[in-house]
Every structure is written in C-alpha cells, then in structure tokens.
C-alpha cells in the first residue's frame, strides 16, 4: 500500500534552516509528480511547492519561492524540501502529497510534519 | 494566481440533512476540482476529482458537480462520521491553491 511518510520537523529560530523529508513506499515514485502542501494551526491548507516526476520542472508558492527549495531522489524513494530564512508565519504542518495519474489531484498524502519558527 | 472562494466557511447541520458547500474559481477551471475531507490531526482525504468523479470507496451520499467557475459538493444524507472540514481545491494550474475550507458541525 501507498506509504508517505514525512520527517524533520523541529523548532527553529527566525532566519534559520531546516529541512523536511518525506519516505515513498508502495508505488512507483520516480512515476509521479509530488507535493508539499502546508496549515498553519488552526488555518486552512495552503499548496507550497511541485516537483516533476523526474525533477525536470518546480512550481513554488509565491510564498516561498526563492527561500524554499524542493528536490527528489528516485533511486532511494525520497522527497526533500529545503527551507531557508525561515518566518513566523512559516510555522506549520507540513504535508507531502502524491499526485494521480493523469491529471488527477493529491490521492495520496502522508501524516505531516511539524514546524515552528520561533525565537 | 487562481483564487478558490468556499462558502459557507461554517455549516450547522444534523444527521440526516442535505448540504451543499459551494466553490468558485477567480477563473474557468474547466472540470479540474477536487474535493478533500480533513478531520482534525489527519491528513486530508480525497473524495472528489474531476468536479463530478467520486474517488474509490467513498460513499455515494457525496456528490460534487459544476464546471467553469462553480462548483457543488452535496451529502444527500449526513451520517455522523461526516462531520468534518471540507476543502476544494483546482488543479487547472501549476499552483495548486485550495479554497479556504467549510468546517461542518453538528448542530
């Protein structure tokens, strides 16, 4: 069955770094576009970032576009985002997503990670 | 951007009630929305593509239709497992932006 499975979300000081994980299993990942999908406590869901099933193509957020950066490795499964000058308003969990096939939403997604940017 | 506008953002409602949350798109989506169902602490759920197109194992008392801009998702009858928030979400474009969400409560 179709596993993702999100890591590495801590506290962090305004401006720091972090990077987030998400573990692929039960399908074929380098066959599938994917997603990190975020929500503020209490708050609604807010798209971040896409990546192409080969890594050819990256949409970001406006939000996060030059800050965040997304990345994938096909031949151990796994799915990276790379969050730099990190703010308060980032704080958030953080889904991944897979994307269906052909042209079809988020059918799968993991349990999400946590993050807080606080000083 | 395409921005997706939910309404109501809270419905009030008892078991066995219809409802419909309603969605608009800032521009013509064609058929591409999807419907998601989230309960606290999870991840949310797809139940709907393609406006009208029920996901696998979800039950038929869900509904969704619409095209272009407007967009329904119905419960013919509301079961208690029901209560949730529900989101829509277009995926005509690269951003994938979702509407601000409809909590459903019980009344």
């Known amino acids: 069955q179709v596993q993702l499975v999100e890591s590495g979300g801590d506290v962090v000081q305004p401006g720091g770094s972090l990077r987030l994980s998400c573990a692929a299993s039960?399908?074929?990942?380098?066959?599938?576009?994917m997603h990190w999908v975020r929500q503020a406590p209490g708050k609604g869901l807010e798209w971040v970032v896409f990546?192409?099933?080969?890594?050819?193509?990256?949409y970001y957020a406006d939000s996060v576009k030059g800050r965040f950066n997304i990345s994938r490795d096909n031949s151990n499964n796994t799915l990276s985002l790379q969050m730099n000058s990190l703010r308060a308003e980032d704080t958030a969990v953080y889904f991944c997503?897979?994307?269906?096939?052909?042209?079809?939403?988020?059918?799968?997604w993991g349990q999400g990670t946590l993050v807080t940017v606080s000083s | 951007d395409i921005q997706m506008t939910q309404s109501p953002s809270t419905l009030s409602a008892s078991v066995g009630d219809r409802v419909t949350i309603t969605c608009r798109a800032s521009?013509?989506?064609?058929?591409?929305l999807a419907w998601y169902q989230q309960k606290p602490g999870k991840a949310p759920k797809l139940l709907i593509s393609k406006a009208s197109s029920l996901e696998s194992g979800v039950p038929s008392r869900f509904s969704g239709s619409g095209s272009g801009t407007e967009f329904t998702l119905t419960i013919s009858s509301l079961q208690p497992d029901d209560f949730a928030t529900y989101y829509c979400?277009?995926?005509?474009?690269?951003?994938?932006?979702f509407g601000q969400g409809t909590k459903l409560e019980i009344k």
């Open positions: 997503a897979k994307e269906g096939s052909s042209r079809q939403p988020f059918d799968f």
């Open positions: 521009q013509s989506i064609n058929i591409w």
């Open positions: 979400q277009q995926y005509n474009s690269y951003s994938k932006t």
């Open positions: 990546i192409r099933y080969d890594g050819s193509d990256k």
């Open positions: 039960g399908f074929t990942f380098s066959g599938y576009g």
